[in-house]
């Protein structure tokens, strides 16, 4: 028997193909996380469910299920469990989950406060922030050990502006994309070798002496990134699956081929061969566009184009409209997915999600803000957004729509939590829990305040 309870109604997630078989009460496995996590999850819940019962009149709803991670697992399994095989096998089972922050101790920190999260150089009998016992060993983190132990290969980031987010460019309303960043492969599967190291002067003297290349000095430390025509092509076969199914008018490879080419440059090249194989008749690459259709876009298709990352970024600012869906190795999505956000407004109110063929986490893409702990201050937008993404991927559109109607409205209404208020000239303050509710209460019709 597992320690998480499975609730009496609902029914798994089925899967025809690569379609999943949504029941009318799924049972969807979830952990709110750490640090400000809880507060978040009773804002989110309050809203899915509000707008799912607004949908559907009660013929479907979600049986939620909470599992365990991070670090509520260390109170529920020993105190080195941080990731259960349990969760691990919850998330795959049920298909789709949703999940909130979790704590990451840095590096030099041994131990972690397993009630305020303080990370603590050594091991106090109480916790010197708040008094807990419950003081417990660093882990290396849960988030990567979820991305890893269930192949959730993409990491997929939809950024768009919300009438009346305070944020630093002129017209936001225009950048409207959505990312696919690899999360398996390139920097996360790098390999270095520190300079000093006898494992530094095997590779540097194989590298030179060996191979006959060049590098300019001794004294360097030395990384590999791996990119693999599997690793490109299932997460660009995706992307273009999305652009497909939504009816987006392009994907953009994004790359930089220009320098490293049997990474970067073959993760565009082998886009292109997919694209080409597998979409035919529903894809037409840049080249094509120009050499057999005059620049005239044909009705129906897909354009599949390539941008090298740096001038990727200045399109996103300059041209912000001429891009759809981005499909980027995991370093050049890194940084992209952030700046995006901070396009339109930050991170507080951006969405994520790690997808795999076997299972999809949805989740917010910002930390625990450990220092707003059951404050019920934090804006609960990007965990919000985040279960729209789901409800999207379980195909229940109606009631994703209503939460993002009801977001837009109260945003418009200039009723916002802390971060956004202090922004935003004459809004209103509002609680966490109280930014949840008024969403509900938006979705009907015209703004209410709260
Ligand atoms: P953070 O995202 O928690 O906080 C950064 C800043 O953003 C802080 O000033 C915080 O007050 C603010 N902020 C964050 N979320 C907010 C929200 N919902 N509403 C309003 N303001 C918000 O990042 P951090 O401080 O670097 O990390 C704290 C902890 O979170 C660390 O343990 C880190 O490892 C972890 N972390 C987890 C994830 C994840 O679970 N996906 C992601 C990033 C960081």
């Known amino acids: 028997m597992p320690k998480y309870q499975v609730p009496s109604r609902g029914a798994k997630i089925g899967r025809k193909g690569a379609a999943l078989e949504v029941p009318d009460e799924p049972i969807i496995p979830f952990f709110p996380g750490d640090g400000t996590g809880p507060d978040l999850w009773r804002a989110t819940q309050v809203v899915l469910d509000g707008a799912v019962e607004k949908a559907y ?3 479907k709803k979600i049986a939620w299920m909470e599992v365990y991670a991070g670090l509520t697992a260390l109170k529920h399994y020993d105190k080195d469990t941080v990731l259960p095989q349990e969760t691990l096998d919850a998330f795959r089972e049920y298909r789709v989950g949703l999940k909130g922050p979790l704590t990451t101790p840095a590096g030099q920190h041994k131990f972690v406060c397993l009630d305020c999260a303080a990370e603590l150089p050594d091991r106090p009998a109480k916790c010197p922030k708040c008094g807990s016992q419950w003081i417990t060993p660093r882990f290396r983190s849960v988030n990567v050990g979820l991305r890893q132990k269930l192949d959730l290969y993409a990491c997929v980031r939809p950024v768009r502006w919300f009438t009346g987010v305070p944020c630093p460019v002129k017209e936001p309303g225009k950048l409207d994309i959505v990312i696919f960043r690899e999360n398996t492969e390139d920097i996360y599967a790098g390999i270095e070798f520190e300079w000093g190291t006898p494992e530094q002067k095997k590779v540097y003297d194989f590298l030179v002496k060996d191979m006959g290349k060049k590098i300019p000095f001794p004294d360097s430390g030395i990384g590999i990134k791996p990119i693999s025509k599997t690793g490109s092509q299932r997460l660009i076969r995706m992307a273009i699956r999305y ?14 081929g220009n320098i490293q080419k049997f990474t970067e440059g073959a993760f565009r090249d082998w886009g292109y061969e997919l694209a080409k194989s597998e979409f035919r008749d529903q894809i037409v690459t840049e080249a094509e566009l120009w050499d057999q259709h005059n620049g005239k876009m044909p009705a129906g298709k897909l354009l599949i184009k390539d941008r090298i990352a740096d ?6 600012l300059l041209r912000p409209d001429e891009y759809s869906v981005l499909a980027t190795p995991n370093l050049n999505g890194d940084y992209l997915s952030d700046a995006a956000a901070a396009q339109v407004g930050g991170l507080g109110i ?3 999600a790690n997808i795999g063929d076997e299972a999809a986490i949805f989740e917010a893409t910002h930390g625990t803000a450990p220092k707003y702990t059951n404050k019920d201050m934090v804006n609960p937008g990007s965990l919000i957004l985040s279960g729209v993404m789901m409800l999207e991927h379980l195909g229940w559109q109606a009631a994703a729509d209503l939460v993002v109607k009801g977001l837009e409205a109260t945003i418009q209404a200039k009723t916002v939590t802390y971060d956004l208020e202090r922004q935003m000239p004459g809004a209103k303050k509002l609680k966490c829990s109280e930014f949840g509710a008024a969403i509900v209460k ?8 709260a």
């Open 442 to 449: 938006n979705m009907g019709g015209a703004p209410v305040a």
């Open 350 to 352: 951006a969405p994520g």
């Open 311 to 316: 001038q990727t970024f200045q399109q996103l």
């Open 57 to 59: 009149k009660g013929k």
């Open 243 to 256: 652009a497909i199914d939504h009816k987006k008018p392009s994907v953009t490879i994004v790359h930089k």
